[in-house]
């Protein structure tokens, strides 16, 4: 026998071995992925047959040892082979996912009659209730709402008002600086100045400066991050008494119909005469007790008649028209009618604390 005889015969045997070693592997690997009972028990099976040192690519491995005329169908053979291995890897994974997923309804079965969980309903904040019954009260009287910027200029904040650079009255006000020049408003009033500028003039005026403000302060009773809001009428002819009259409105509004006002002088640079306006205890009544410290009275905002300087500054003459102001802190406002001691449980994000609180005319927030 010639060489050439001897090398078709090797690999004639060779292709019979090649497609014998075909079969045996998809036998085996059939009967191995019907025994496979976890997914991944079936990707063992799947990397021991077809991956990169698996039985199946072994034997593919091994087409260059055959005739070239039966490497077609050899090839063939083997993709056949391939192609059912991979067929019942996903019948089999599909078979598994169903028997998972029904041992997972039975497990995680849910019993739709039971009644639901009702999801807790939000409630306001105090400052904000308090911010939206004081504008209420004001804007039922015909003020309008108006607003500015947080970050103001030297000038806007204290010069404006009659508080020059070396001004005393600036000590009362601890500031965040981030310049000589630019500071965070210490009060809402720059935006009495800001609204005259803008509107000079025109006639009457009448705002109230809802908003935060800033100082250096953090106690029981001073946070350094607060809210006021303040009020500015100017017209003809304005006095004390419609000051006043104002006011004794909004207490009675805000407190009850029997809260009383009291006036006391005081000093403000940007009012004259200035005033600090009390009212009567809503605990006791005027009574006595220790949220008054057995005065009767409450401190509750200042107010007096705008100096002329100010006016000057808003671009009206004060010899023609007046007008008064006042501020009143919102957080104040809050703790008085809530009888709340200690500010800091106001930004103390406490939930349960917070829970209690609801507008007037809905019942209280669920525990």
């Given at each position: 026998?010639?060489?050439?005889?001897?090398t078709?015969?090797?690999?004639?045997?060779?292709?019979?071995?090649?497609?014998?070693?075909?079969?045996?592997?998809?036998?085996?690997?059939?009967?191995?992925?019907?025994?496979?009972?976890?997914?991944?028990?079936?990707?063992?099976?799947?990397?021991?047959?077809?991956?990169?040192?698996?039985?199946?690519?072994?034997?593919?491995?091994?087409?260059?040892?055959?005739?070239a005329?039966?490497?077609?169908?050899?090839?063939?053979?083997?993709?056949?082979?391939?192609a059912?291995v991979?067929?019942?890897?996903?019948?089999?994974?599909?078979?598994?996912?169903?028997?998972?997923?029904?041992?997972?309804?039975?497990?995680?079965?849910?019993?739709?009659?039971?009644?639901?969980?009702?999801?807790?309903?939000g409630?306001?904040?105090?400052?904000?209730?308090a911010?939206?019954?004081?504008?209420?009260?004001?804007?039922?009287?015909?003020?309008?709402?108006?607003?500015?910027?947080?970050?103001?200029?030297?000038?806007?904040?204290f010069?404006?008002?009659?508080?020059?650079?070396?001004?005393?009255?600036?000590?009362?006000?601890?500031?965040f600086?981030?310049?000589?020049?630019?500071?965070?408003?210490?009060?809402?009033?720059?935006?009495?100045?800001?609204?005259?500028?803008?509107?000079?003039?025109?006639?009457?005026?009448?705002?109230?400066?809802?908003?935060?403000?800033?100082?250096?302060?953090d106690?029981?009773?001073h946070?350094?991050?607060?809210?006021?809001?303040?009020?500015?009428?100017v017209?003809?002819?304005?006095?004390?008494g419609?000051?006043?009259?104002?006011l004794?409105?909004?207490?009675?509004e805000?407190?009850?119909?029997?809260?009383r006002?009291?006036?006391?002088?005081?000093?403000?640079?940007?009012?004259?005469?200035?005033?600090?306006?009390?009212?009567?205890?809503?605990?006791?009544?005027?009574?006595?007790?220790?949220?008054?410290?057995?005065?009767?009275?409450?401190?509750?905002?200042?107010?007096?008649?705008?100096h002329?300087?100010?006016?000057?500054?808003?671009?009206?003459?004060?010899?023609?028209?007046?007008?008064?102001?006042?501020?009143?802190?919102?957080?104040?406002?809050a703790?008085?009618?809530?009888?709340?001691?200690?500010?800091?449980?106001?930004?103390g994000?406490?939930?349960?604390?917070?829970?209690?609180?609801?507008?007037?005319?809905?019942?209280?927030?669920?525990?």
């Amino acid at each position: 026998m010639t060489s050439d005889s001897r090398t078709r015969k090797g690999k004639t045997e060779g292709y019979d071995g090649l497609v014998a070693r075909l079969d045996t592997a998809r036998g085996a690997a059939r009967a191995a992925i019907e025994q496979a009972g976890s997914a991944a028990a079936l990707e063992e099976v799947r990397v021991r047959f077809l991956g990169r040192s698996g039985e199946l690519t072994q034997v593919l491995r091994g087409l260059g040892q055959v005739d070239a005329a039966l490497r077609p169908e050899l090839g063939r053979i083997a993709n056949e082979v391939r192609a059912g291995v991979e067929g019942h890897l996903t019948a089999r994974g599909l078979r598994l996912d169903a028997v998972e997923l029904s041992r997972r309804l039975e497990a995680e079965r849910v019993d739709i009659t039971l009644p639901g969980t009702t999801p807790r309903r939000g409630t306001y904040h105090p400052v904000s209730l308090a911010m939206a019954d004081v504008e209420r009260v004001f804007t039922s009287m015909g003020f309008e709402v108006a607003e500015g910027p947080d970050i103001e200029t030297d000038w806007y904040n204290f010069q404006a008002l009659n508080m020059p650079r070396d001004h005393p009255a600036r000590d009362m006000q601890a500031s965040f600086y981030f310049t000589a020049d630019v500071v965070l408003r210490t009060q809402t009033s720059p935006v009495q100045i800001r609204y005259m500028r803008a509107n000079t003039p025109a006639l009457p005026v009448k705002i109230i400066a809802p908003g935060r403000v800033y100082r250096c302060d953090d106690d029981a009773t001073h946070s350094p991050v607060f809210h006021q809001v303040e009020g500015l009428v100017v017209d003809r002819g304005i006095t004390m008494g419609d000051l006043k009259g104002v006011l004794d409105v909004f207490a009675r509004e805000l407190f009850g119909p029997t809260t009383r006002t009291r006036f006391r002088p005081s000093y403000f640079p940007f009012t004259e005469p200035s005033a600090e306006v009390d009212v009567s205890c809503t605990i006791c009544g005027g009574s006595g007790c220790r949220t008054c410290k057995n005065s009767g009275w409450i401190e509750i905002l200042g107010a007096g008649l705008v100096h002329p300087q100010v006016l000057r500054n808003g671009g009206y003459d004060p010899e023609v028209v007046s007008g008064f102001a006042f501020g009143l802190g919102i957080e104040r406002v809050a703790m008085l009618r809530y009888g709340i001691a200690d500010i800091r449980l106001l930004y103390g994000g406490d939930v349960r604390f917070l829970r209690q609180f609801r507008p007037a005319g809905e019942g209280r927030a669920q525990a």
